[in-house]
């Protein structure tokens, strides 16, 4: 028996080492698994960053690498401008994807909103402003009214408080000039104040400034009507001008009937 007892104490230690030899390599690949994965996350993280900024990237990237349209471009990408236009309150006569002076106008009129250059011509500034555009807000939160807004160069059209058709104006440029009908010098402004609708006339006034086609008049002398130029910029005498093709559409869709409300600020 004395012998039997030793074999078995050493029987018994190798049975114990044992496991103490085999612990350090069951616990190796867990530490390795939990390093893979604070790698992927890492990764998944990196991954995850590099493609909100791919996400990001378009707006700016693909406002560069579109066509400049101007007056007299023609294709699918002014078919797409013109919509956006439209459904934001830009009015040109149509999405037919021809960029004609209604447009170009409209586009004036959104880089006025957006203080951009007024050029007229779509550029990639002017892109970035049509990805991200948006109907202006009048003064006027209620009932209807034509707002001439004198900062930014713009017609406002108002339907219940909310604006319908913004159109690019010009107005008075402040110079001093000779005024025929009075006699005596006058400045070319446009007053501001409150207004209604007086009278029109359907058709060409050949007036001493110039050539005003179917004005329709709301303080004395001073009247929307149709012009051939509409710069970027106030130069008329007084009056608000507009593109032909959209002093027609006013009165088509009846925008500025006699009594009707007008303000100018």
């Not at 004005?215 to 507009?242: E, K, T």
Request: include cysteine.
């Amino acid at each position: 028996m004395s012998r039997y007892q030793p074999r078995h104490a050493v029987g018994t230690t190798r049975v114990d080492i044992a496991p103490l030899d085999i612990a350090p390599l069951e616990i190796a690949p867990v530490e390795t698994a939990r390093s893979d994965r604070r790698t992927v996350l890492r990764l998944g993280a990196a991954t995850v960053a590099v493609g909100a900024t791919a996400l990001a990237a378009p707006s700016v990237a693909g406002a560069a690498s579109r066509p400049t349209l101007k007056l007299g471009s023609r294709g699918w990408q002014v078919k797409s401008l013109q919509t956006k236009l439209r459904a934001n309150g830009y009015w040109c006569k149509g999405a037919n994807g021809v960029y004609d002076s209604s447009t170009q106008q409209a586009v004036m009129a959104l880089q006025k909103m957006r203080g951009l250059s007024r050029d007229g011509v779509c550029g990639p500034n002017t892109w970035k402003a049509v990805d991200t555009i948006y109907r202006p807000v009048s003064r006027t939160k209620s009932g209807n009214i034509m707002e001439i807004n004198k900062g930014r160069q713009v017609i406002l059209f108002v339907r219940a408080g909310k604006v319908k058709w913004v159109f690019n104006t010009s107005t008075g440029n402040g110079e001093r000039y000779w005024s025929s009908a009075s006699g005596r010098y006058l400045y070319a402004t446009t007053p501001s104040g409150r207004f209604a609708f007086q009278r029109a006339i359907d058709g060409m006034r050949r007036a001493p400034l110039g050539n005003l086609w179917r004005p329709r008049y709301f303080n004395g002398g001073i009247a929307i009507h149709g012009s051939p130029s509409i710069p970027g910029y106030p130069a008329s005498h007084g009056c608000a001008r507009l593109d032909n093709k959209a002093i027609d559409y006013i009165w088509s869709a009846n925008l500025a009937p006699i009594g009707s409300r007008v303000w100018v600020y």
